[in-house]
């Protein structure tokens, strides 16, 4: 089969597109044709050498859709999505290849109305986004803030819509806050970090925000001070040097709650259990995913590359 693989980590220089024997599946495990798989920025950090446990030579890659080719005969010929979990492509081999073994308890339906390409879309953004949602308690009525408008904050805004919250997004650029008010999206630019709380409040009609998702690491001293009692913040990313100076009393004095969120922390099996609710959802208003595009798999490497170069498009690699 085709597979992207690197031999040592440190640097891109060291992805090929490799002609290897297909995996075999052992007891309780599938064998998945993939018919679509994403490219996410942890495929590149892995690949750079910024998880220290990966171990080569590895075929990267943590999201995928496709169809089940071997394994327990109830499964075979199922279109199902997985991946993100833990060790998936970091110490066993991803799905960025023309087939990959995985365990037949971490594998659920592919949603029947999405495409292949627009399933292995979802994986690290919505897994992450959801277990900051499930853990920060993000219900109908709660006052949501988050903070960034990248994969995981447009995943996190989705999916606390469907659960009924008072969901709005603070951005950086006046431009990107203009786009999503135009589709329907309560935004609005970031003011200069002393005047959030006020600026939060004018957004909730008075209140503070219940829960804050920071998807940026760089404002929570600040975002700190704009919680309401009892409030949460969920965090999954920090400044370049792992640091930052939080005001503590402030956190205390308003019972509040700091929440880290890290999907490597997940199993693929506890992955598929939340890809199966994540199904359910689209019932209500998920959106279906159209801005990404398409590549081949035999141009996987070229795609690494433009996504290093700063390319914000989504990429799906189709083998």
């Not at 290849?97 to 919505?126: C, M």
Request: charged share 20%; with cysteine; hydrophobic share 45%.
């Amino acid at each position: 089969m085709q597979a992207l693989q690197f031999s040592a980590t440190g640097s891109l220089d060291s992805l090929q597109i490799n002609d290897i024997p297909k995996p075999v599946p052992g007891v309780g495990e599938v064998l998945v044709e993939v018919r679509a798989a994403g490219l996410n920025p942890s495929d590149l950090k892995n690949v750079q050498g910024l998880f220290p446990y990966t171990t080569t030579p590895r075929i990267p890659g943590r999201d995928f859709a496709g169809v089940v080719a071997d394994g327990p005969a109830e499964l075979i010929g199922k279109a199902v999505w997985g991946g993100t979990g833990k060790g998936f492509s970091f110490t066993q081999d991803g799905c960025h290849a023309q087939y990959v073994v995985i365990p037949a308890n971490a594998v659920a339906p592919k949603p029947e109305s999405l495409t292949f390409a627009q399933a292995a879309t979802f994986g690290v953004p919505y897994i992450t986004a959801w277990d900051a949602l499930e853990r920060s308690q993000v219900a109908e009525g709660t006052r949501f803030l988050i903070i960034g408008a990248g994969a995981v904050a447009k995943a996190a805004q989705a999916l606390a819509k469907t659960r009924g919250a008072n969901v709005v997004l603070g951005v950086r650029r006046a431009e990107v806050a203009q786009e999503l008010e135009a589709q329907g999206i309560n935004a609005f630019q970031l003011p200069e970090a002393e005047k959030l709380p006020e600026q939060a409040q004018t957004r909730f009609q008075g209140q503070s925000p219940e829960v804050i998702f920071d998807t940026t690491g760089h404002w929570l001293p600040t975002a700190v001070k704009a919680l309401g009692p009892f409030g949460r913040i969920a965090v999954i990313a920090a400044p370049a040097d792992g640091l930052t100076s939080m005001p503590i009393l402030d956190l205390y004095r308003r019972g509040g709650s700091v929440i880290g969120v890290n999907s490597l922390l997940y199993s693929l099996e506890d992955c598929a259990k939340m890809f199966e609710r994540i199904s359910a959802a689209f019932d209500g208003d998920l959106p279906i995913p159209d801005n990404f595009t398409e590549v081949p798999l035999s141009e996987a490497i070229a795609a690494y590359n433009k996504v290093h170069k700063g390319g914000s498009e989504k990429i799906v690699l189709i083998p």
